[in-house]
């Protein structure tokens, strides 16, 4: 039996284009959402499948995580490899929106999605380290996270304070942790950690694209 045939036979009446698309948008995308315009339909389709998704990624040492709560697919190496090395402002930007998920979706419904201002991302930084973020540092990190689907900018210049960011529910499952109260304590001793210099940079549990 050739490799086409046993893929045929594993997939049956699944689309091997369609299948194979889908696999590697997981696999190279760290984040799948159900509230992102371009992870949407990968979502659902990756959903319908699961099974196939599991059995498949389970042959290459991955775990799939599905959390339909927060409309989220991820992947997890069980060999514990994959895991993207931060620098420390990466880290802390990530921490500080982490925060303000939390806190916005304790107000809101579960469908209502999390924005916030650029602005809000500068003055919270200011109050921890006691000075001022330039504005490309904050391009750059958030260019990292937009990139890993974290967020998404709503307006183009995400150096701008008044640059609104939709914030994912995936930054919630970018480290260990699912519950909301122990998330945010968690995430604020880490950021304690950082600003009094006891670390000095992070991981994200999410998967290395390169």
């Not at 490799?3 to 045929?8: A, Q």
């Not at 514990?80 to 107000?107: N, P, Q």
């Not at 880490?190 to 006891?198: D, R």
């Amino acid at each position: 039996m050739n490799h086409e045939t046993r893929l045929d036979k594993f997939l049956g009446s699944v689309s091997k284009d369609k299948f194979r698309s889908n696999a590697n948008k997981l696999l190279n995308e760290c984040f799948i959402l159900k509230s992102c315009t371009d992870t949407k339909n990968c979502y659902y389709f990756i959903l319908k499948e699961k099974e196939l998704f599991i059995d498949y990624f389970d042959l290459l040492g991955y775990d799939i995580s599905i959390n339909e709560e927060y409309g989220v697919i991820s992947l997890n190496n069980t060999y514990g490899t994959g895991r993207i090395r931060l620098k420390l402002l990466d880290s802390m930007i990530l921490l500080i929106i982490r925060l303000i998920f939390i806190e916005e979706k304790k107000k809101l419904s579960q469908t209502e999605n999390v924005i916030v201002y650029v602005d809000e991302l500068y003055d919270r930084y200011r109050s921890l380290r006691n000075e001022r973020l330039k504005k490309q540092d904050m391009r750059s990190a958030l260019g990292l996270l937009k990139k890993y689907h974290i967020i998404n900018n709503l307006d183009a210049d995400m150096g701008n304070p008044d640059t609104r960011l939709h914030i994912y529910p995936s930054v919630i499952l970018a480290f260990d942790g699912t519950e909301l109260n122990t998330v945010y304590e968690e995430t604020k001793d880490k950021l304690n950690k950082y600003v009094n210099g006891g670390e000095t940079e992070g991981y994200a549990d999410e998967e290395d694209t390169d």
